[in-house]
């Protein structure tokens, strides 16, 4: 079956290797005998609504986030109609901002954001860096982690209500206050977790290709377990560094 992505800005917004995630998709669909076609949409492409089963946006610098803005805001209903009907969206950091309603940078300028996700954002004095552990239930019952790694000054905070992607065990999160971190608003995902995100934690990129699949075909596919030996291991050193180091200020 085929799954179609749209990598939105992959040439302004792809720090910390998140261009990973998208090789990763690619392979996991690949083993199970799936098709992922990947489509880059950046400043001036079109965006056509229900093009795309899946839409990835990665983290970038202040700098990249204000060259990309404008033209975001212009492709916004384009979004918002693609998650309305179904779309996943894995978007990380930077991406993740955008995606909310704006994002306040540290000199005062606001960046307009599209509000796929209920959240603002204000870049704080210092930077949160460092290795983060998650624990995340997006399946009811189904409690499983997320380990990764954030850089980030913005401090996002959640409307009253807002899901969050998971609750900060090691790490900073949305703001490195109120113990949340990322955001979820039914299939689309925000997270500052780079790395790349996907590599060490497979499940989370099985979930998003069951997702996008269920966009496309109707049904969400039982996709079948793989020998995820060496994600798993690189999962547990990442958790293990993030429950040893995680959550320093700098
Ligand atoms: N520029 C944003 C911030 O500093 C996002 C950084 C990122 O994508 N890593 O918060």
Redesign the pocket.
Known sequence: MKIVVGHLYPDYLN??ADRGNIAVLSRRAAWRGHELEVHSVSIGDPLIPGEHDLLYVG????RE?ALVAQDLVAKAAGVQESVAAGAAVLAV??GY?LLGRSYRDLHGSELPGIGVFPVDTV?GET?MIGDVLLECELEPGLRRTLAGFE????RTRLDPGAQPLGRVVAGFGNDGESGWEGCRVGRALGTYL?GPLLPRNPWLADWLLAQALAHRHGVAPKLEPLPDELETEAHAVSAKRAETRGGRRR
Not at 151 to 154: D, V, W
Request: charged share 10%; proline share 0%.
């Open positions: 720090i910390y983290g970038g610098q202040d986030q950091c930077g901002q870049a930077r850089n980030h000054a913005g780079h």
